[in-house]
């Protein structure tokens, strides 16, 4: 399938979540996140080689490790942050702490308009749950950006703290 530019159309995209224990995950998700699996096929030896899980609108897969795909605690955390917008970022992350989740980020309200923080679920993959708490333009977000970041001292700014 190809788009008014010839180049492919995109169809969907998703993140795909290793883990070191597919059915602990699955189960953590549908409790803390109210995932709803879709569907789950396993290899031989029983262990997921792909389940995929309906978050509101959204999806998600999971997969057990294995020699090709690690899972974040073999390499020392991940990179990634799932960013995930709810409707009580407070309920969410007690959810998630429940279930075994550490905070990385405190629950507070931010000063581009969220209440957000940022938690790390117990198979090592990055959780930034917010809520809208104040719709602002893009303008308004960055001019609170600025502010809040104090410039850095230079050469040609030697007073910047």
Aim: hydrophobic share 40%; net charge negative.
């Amino acid at each position: 399938m190809t788009n008014a530019t010839d180049k492919p159309a995109f169809t969907r995209l998703y993140a795909r979540l290793v883990v070191s224990d597919g059915p602990r995950a699955i189960d953590f998700y549908r409790t803390a996140l109210g995932a709803e699996e879709i569907e789950r096929y396993t290899g031989p030896e029983g262990k997921i080689v792909h389940a995929m899980l309906r978050l509101g609108d959204a999806v998600i897969a999971v997969k057990d490790a294995d020699e090709n795909d690690p899972a974040p605690g073999s390499l020392g955390g991940s990179p990634v942050i799932m960013a995930l917008d709810v409707s009580d970022a407070d309920a969410v992350a007690e959810a998630m702490l429940h279930g075994g989740a550490s905070v990385v980020y405190p629950v507070a309200d931010q000063h581009y308009g969220q209440r957000g923080g940022r938690l790390a679920d117990p198979f090592g993959h990055l959780w930034m749950i917010s809520q809208t708490i104040e719709e602002l333009t893009p303008e308004e977000i960055q001019r609170r950006t600025t502010d809040l970041i104090p410039p850095k001292a230079s050469p040609g700014n030697p007073s910047a703290v």
